[in-house]
Nanobody, 116 residues
Framework: QVQMVESGGGLVQAGGSLRLSCATPISIFRTTTIAWYRQTPGKQRDLVASIGSSNSSSHYADSVKGRFTISRDNAKRKVILQMTSLKHEDTAVYYC?????????WGQGTRVTVSA
């Protein structure tokens, strides 16, 4: 079973920054669009940002445009989500998966808490 491994979450004040990292198995890293998703209690898991396999295209949810940047670290086979100007409403558990998602790829997620 393939699983992504997310890391980098934590507690940060509003306006601060965090850098999330997603370790991705080589079997899918080079050939698949990878995305970050987030989920808050009682709500569905929403797509935050995605990046194409060739690193040529990225897409963002309107709520994070201009604040979050997704990128690939090809040497480490990781997908990075740089988050800046964090807001309280960014508080969530963040996951990575391919886009479209694969049920078997979900990892444990990494929790981001932004204090107001």
């Amino acid at each position: 079973q393939v699983q992504m491994v997310e890391s980098g979450g934590g507690l940060v004040q509003a306006g601060g920054s965090l850098r999330l990292s997603c370790a991705t198995p080589i079997s899918i890293f080079r050939t698949t669009t990878i995305a970050w998703y987030r989920q808050t209690p009682g709500k569905q898991r929403d797509l935050v940002a995605s990046i194409g396999s060739s690193n040529s295209s990225s897409h963002y949810a309107d709520s994070v445009k201009g604040r979050f940047t997704i990128s690939r670290d090809n040497a480490k086979r990781k997908v990075i989500l740089q988050m800046t100007s964090l807001k309280h409403e960014d508080t969530a558990v963040y996951y990575c998966n391919r886009s479209p998602t694969h049920l078997g790829y979900w990892g444990q997620g990494t929790r981001v808490t932004v204090s107001a």
